[in-house]
């Protein structure tokens, strides 16, 4: 089942989602594959042709170039390499090449000859010998490297989730391509394939997901284009109607080279985006210009590129460039204000055990008040009703059951502690919450924010309860956690999280650590006291209009910026 993707259902995955030919034209514009060249000297590959959608204007654009320069076709073998995993697709391509060649005037036999030259049946990832030149290669009984160069790689590769691929042939893409961490969809394979396919100054321009920008498994892969290659230009098409199928996934036209970083252009669309919008989005992206706007979209140039393996920002180029420029200037808000931690409260693995009344039978120096999610979902701390039972002591350390025997009775009424991974692995401790309960911390002045809120919220506790689980929280020896608030409930915190972080159906946004983590701050000792006045009412008085009026001063923004 070599190079297939089978669902645990049994059922085959492709990855097959068509696209239109307005994308595939702009793709093509923005790669530079344009009939004024001489591209009959030139190679084009398309990693996964499914049924010619690419194919069709590249073979449009490469006999126009070659008619204006009298190259004959049957010299145009080595123009183009097109492969599928599926042999009815390769057909389909093979003919579609055909009718297109001989449509233009050539000869059957030669259209013939450059449909089977050009298209071959494989695995893009993992087929090692060169198909195009596979005969050749066999008669002079050497093989080729099918990674030889390439100045264009162009197309629409598949998406087929981590999940859906079978074992074996993930272990095999893996072994091939560092890239492919985590829970890495295979698209991620085909860029690293495709980029080591690159010449010098060759371009590759696909229209592909566009998770692996913000999220884990994307990571190895920003890196690799960070360290060796450049981003080029970079659409977001979160509702355009770019394909011949509805998607769940958010695409975007990806345009990325061989060569050093250099400027960017970026673009935001909307859903009435289409070919006339793309034509002009296209002549931004030659201009050189810094900003311009058009038919359902709007375009920025900025100067550089986000460096390492540094999440890529989704959104606006408004928002974008006011990150870039963030991003430069200040630093991540754990690196400002002494020791400040960003955490998640407390997993216990059965809260109906753990999370109880404060009348529970159970010793009295073992209960902890604990605040929830439910606690401050209005906005402000409401008087938590609950408490935890902990079974740590003040030094970090488990207590000893025998010293505590209300609360094992407690915990062992409760079937589903035992049962836990953590009271399996080590039956002694069959009574631990599963993270630790760090003393001391309850006592501390905090800030809390609750996941998948539609925005930031942040909420003062003054000291007095632990964190539950699904609430982060902020601690620091260095902020007026007030202060810090005024920051976090403004517009400039939120733009970090929506541009970093997941956004839900329905707008919801999801607050991980690893998101708060990335916001900047300036540091509270460049705050003027005046300054910190205004960020400390507003967030008292939890009015974001005013904190981020308060938080445009404290970055030297202008006002009004957001
Ligand atoms: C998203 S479709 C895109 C087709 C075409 N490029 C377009 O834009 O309309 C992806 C294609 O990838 C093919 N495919 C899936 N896995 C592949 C692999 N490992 N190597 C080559 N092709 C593959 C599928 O058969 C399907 O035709």
Not at 176 to 200: H, N, Q, W
Not at 473 to 495: C, H, K, N, P
Request: hydrophobic share 40%.
């Amino acid at each position: 089942m070599r190079g297939m993707a089978v669902s645990p259902k049994g059922e085959i995955e492709y990855g097959e989602v068509f696209t239109r030919r307005w994308v595939v034209d702009t793709i093509l514009d923005l790669v530079g594959y344009t009939a004024d060249r001489d591209l009959a000297a030139t190679t084009l590959v398309e990693p996964s042709v499914g049924s010619g959608a690419f194919l069709g204007p590249v073979v449009d654009r490469l006999t126009a170039s070659a008619a204006a320069r009298g190259v004959p076709l049957e010299s145009l073998t080595g123009a183009i390499r097109g492969y599928d995993l599926q042999r009815s697709h390769v057909e389909t391509s093979r003919a579609l090449v055909v009718e297109r060649l001989t449509a233009t005037g050539g000869d059957e036999a030669t259209a013939r000859m450059l449909a089977e030259s050009w298209l071959h049946v494989g695995d893009f990832l993992l087929d090692d010998t060169d198909l195009l030149s596979l005969g050749e290669a066999l008669s002079a009984g050497t093989s080729v490297s099918k990674d030889s160069p390439a100045d264009f790689v162009v197309g629409n590769p598949p998406y087929i989730r981590f999940d859906d691929l079978d074992r074996a042939t993930v272990a095999a893409y893996r072994a091939k391509y560092p890239t492919m961490v985590g829970r890495s969809d295979i698209y991620v394979g085909f860029f690293e394939r495709s980029l080591a396919m690159l010449k010098p100054s060759g371009m590759l321009g696909f229209i592909c997901a566009d998770r692996w920008m913000r999220n884990a498994y994307g990571a190895k892969l920003r890196g690799l284009i960070a360290k060796r290659y450049a981003v080029d230009t970079l659409w977001q098409m979160h509702d355009v109607d770019a394909f011949h199928a509805e998607v769940s996934a958010y695409p975007a036209i990806t345009v990325l080279a061989n060569r050093p970083q250099g400027s960017v252009t970026v673009l935001d669309t909307k859903a009435t985006f289409g070919a006339p919008g793309a034509k002009q989005a296209v002549a931004f992206v030659r201009s050189g210009e810094d900003e311009a706007e058009g038919s359902g979209w709007k375009g920025a140039r900025l100067a550089s590129w986000f460096e390492g393996e540094d999440l890529w920002p989704a959104g606006g180029p408004d928002r974008i460039r006011l990150l870039e420029y963030l991003q430069e200037h200040f630093p991540v808000l754990e690196q400002t204000g002494g020791t400040t931690k960003i955490s998640i409260g407390v997993a216990t693995g059965a809260d109906k055990a753990y999370v109880v009344a404060p009348d529970a039978d159970v010793e009295p120096d073992r209960l902890l008040p604990i605040v929830m999610a439910d606690d401050i979902r209005s906005g402000v701390l409401t008087p938590p009703k609950k408490v935890l039972i902990n079974p740590w002591d003040e030094t970090g350390a488990l207590v000893n059951l025998t010293d505590y025997p209300r609360m094992e009775k407690a915990l062992s009424s409760h079937e589903d502690v035992r049962k836990r991974f953590v009271a399996r692995r080590n039956p002694a401790a069959w009574h631990r919450t599963i993270d630790r309960v760090y003393p001391g911390l309850a006592k501390r002045p905090k800030l809390l924010l609750q996941d998948m809120k539609a925005q930031i919220t942040p909420v003062y506790e003054p000291g007095g309860y632990y964190p539950h689980h699904n609430l982060y929280y902020i601690v620091s020896t260095g902020w007026d956690l007030e202060v810090l608030g005024g920051l976090l409930l403004s517009r400039i915190a939120e733009t970090f999280i929506e541009a970093f972080g997941v956004k839900m159906r329905g707008g919801t946004l999801r607050f991980q650590a690893q998101y708060l983590r990335k916001i900047r701050v300036p540091a509270p000792e460049s705050i003027s006291d005046d300054v910190q006045g205004q960020l400390r009412a507003a967030f008292r008085t939890r009015d974001r209009d005013a904190a981020t009026r308060a938080a445009e001063a404290a970055y030297g923004l202008p006002e009004g910026e957001l």
